[in-house]
């Protein structure tokens, strides 16, 4: 089945320390994406990449890093998380082409920084 | 950066009303995609427009393309319940890279 797994789906963490969350996909896209979703200001990108060792800053990439080390993984790193972070957050993957192809979400992981 | 804006933020409508939602780009967009999301749930891709004025339907959604590729909607002919839920539209510029819009979220009262 096609999917982009996240992972965790809920963390409750403190300011300052270092968290990961996972992103996989297994449909061999080139494109994948990290976005937060805020009440009222939508999905905004937080970094993306187009393929491996390729990524790019979003709308929104402070205190955020992110990997490209393989195709299929996508991992979205705060180094010293702060509460301005606690969000809902998403990846996304595509397939690059003209046009790009639809975006597969995860599932989503609700991140609260206390 | 990008901007894709949408409107309304927020829609509430009786059951088996319509309901609109718009979306606008401050720059030319190579191709529009439409998204829901339902309550606790991740945004679904729903459909693509490329062409400039195109027009496409899925039973009781109509979406629109822009002529000048700068704007799109989407309407929902009698809505339902089912219909609940966050609509986005995502905007590219032909780079390759997606920027979703702001979303309206569908409140459907019974």
């Known amino acids: 089945e096609a999917q982009v797994t996240q992972n965790p789906r809920y963390l409750i963490t403190v300011t300052g320390k270092k968290l990961t969350v996972t992103c996989s996909q297994n449909?061999?896209?080139?494109?994948m994406s990290w976005y937060r979703q805020d009440p009222g200001l939508g999905l905004r990108q937080i970094y993306y990449s187009m393929n491996v060792e390729v990524t790019d800053k979003g709308d929104v990439p402070e205190g955020y890093k992110v990997s490209r080390k393989e195709k299929r993984n996508f991992p979205l790193i705060l180094e010293s998380p702060s509460p301005n972070q606690t969000s809902l957050y998403f990846c996304a993957s595509s397939l690059i082409g003209s046009p790009i192809t639809e975006a597969f979400f995860g599932q989503g992981t609700r991140l609260t920084v206390v | 950066g990008q901007q894709v804006m949408q409107i309304p933020q927020y829609q509430h409508v009786q059951e088996g009303e319509d309901f609109t939602t718009y979306c606008n780009s401050s720059?030319?967009?190579?191709?529009i995609q439409w998204y829901k999301q339902r309550p606790g749930g991740h945004p679904v891709f729903l459909i693509q427009?490329?062409?400039?004025?195109e027009v496409k339907k899925q039973k009781r959604l109509t979406f629109q393309f822009g002529e000048a590729k700068k704007n799109s909607s989407l309407h929902i002919t009698a809505t339902q319940t089912t219909d609940v839920g966050t609509y986005f539209c995502?905007?590219?510029?032909?780079?390759?890279?997606?920027?979703f819009g702001t979303g309206t979220r569908l409140t459907v009262i019974p």
């Open positions: 720059t030319t967009l190579s191709n």
């Open positions: 995502a905007g590219e510029t032909g780079a390759n890279n997606l920027f």
């Open positions: 449909m061999n896209h080139e494109y």
């Open positions: 427009l490329v062409k400039s004025g």
